[in-house]
């Protein structure tokens, strides 16, 4: 079994803002496979299903983007699950353009507070990751208000093709093929 988490925030104020592409994503995936996302447990909105021949739980976590490793932490646990060998967890990047995605099966947090939490939750940063380009802020933008904000039409549709992307790699990474996906899907988007 593979728990799958797309980051993000709940409520209708944050839908669709660069900083919930997770959410986005886990929507794709969900519509893809057929999965309903309609239980709510382990402090998040969960569906169960199969892609790949493979159990999976699709999670989008209830618990603000800052806080996601209690629930992420809650499902691993519950599940008994090793986050090296069953854990996807997909998110923003604002260090990569609009359009392009990111795999890796590690990594640190890179300045990504959702992530950081993860890390220190789950002990360990030894799982597998897709990061959706979201665009470097503009000089004179906090960070915070960027990444709560919306995309222009451009980047929206430059996002949607990373965030189909996205969707298509997890059915490569949960069948064992991480590798596969990353040479696949990790190529930079120009602008």
């Known amino acids: 079994m593979y728990i799958i988490a797309g980051l ?21 995936i969900a519509g893809k496979y057929n999965i309903e996302m309609n239980q709510k447990k382990h402090k998040a909105v969960c569906g169960t299903g199969y892609i790949g021949g493979q159990k999976v739980l699709l999670m989008k976590p209830q618990t603000f983007m800052n806080l996601s490793g209690t629930s992420v932490r809650e499902a691993v646990e519950f599940y008994k699950l090793d986050p090296e060998e069953a854990l996807i967890v997909i998110y923003d990047d604002v260090n990569l353009e609009p359009g392009s995605i990111r795999i890796r099966k590690k990594g640190s947090a890179g ?3 959702g992530i950081k939490d993860l890390i220190a939750n789950l002990g360990t940063q030894e799982f597998a990751r897709i ?23 451009e980047d929206r549709a430059l996002v949607e093709e990373a965030m189909d992307q996205a ?17 696949l899907y990790n190529k930079k988007v120009e602008h």
Request: hydrophobic share 30%; aromatic share 8%.
């Open 167 to 183: 969707a298509a790699a997890v059915e490569d990474m949960v069948q064992g093929n991480t590798d596969r996906a990353m040479n």
């Open 8 to 28: 993000g925030n709940p409520t209708k104020k944050y839908e669709h803002t660069r900083h919930n592409v997770g959410f986005d994503v886990m929507e794709r």
């Open 131 to 153: 990061r959706v380009g979201v665009g470097g802020k503009p000089e004179d933008f906090d960070l915070v208000d960027y990444v709560l904000g919306h995309f222009g039409k």
């Open 111 to 113: 300045g990504h507070n």
